[in-house]
């Protein structure tokens, strides 16, 4: 089992400037189709594939169901600083 985080349609290329140099990502590792180009390039295939959207750990976190509380929900609601 594989657990990839991909980007959608949703994701602009604002927020993607935004979100992607801080952690270093590079854009291609969150293409879903060079992951699934990467993974045939190995050999492998995918069995099946389930999308889980961008809700679920937050309405997780929010039910305390989560293995982590509050993590990414609390990053949320942690206040910003500034903007320049």
């Given at each position: 089992?594989?657990?990839q985080t991909t980007v959608t349609d949703w994701l602009t290329p604002a927020e993607a400037?935004?979100?992607w140099p801080p952690g270093s990502i590079q854009a291609s590792s969150v293409d879903p189709e060079n992951f699934e180009a990467a993974i045939a390039a190995g050999g492998l295939t995918?069995?099946?594939s389930i999308q889980l959207h961008g809700e679920w750990r937050e309405h997780a976190e929010e039910d305390g169901t989560a293995s982590r509380p509050a993590t990414a929900l609390g990053l949320a609601a942690a206040p910003q600083?500034?903007?320049l």
């Open positions: 089992m594989i657990y400037a935004r979100l995918i069995a099946q600083p500034p903007r």
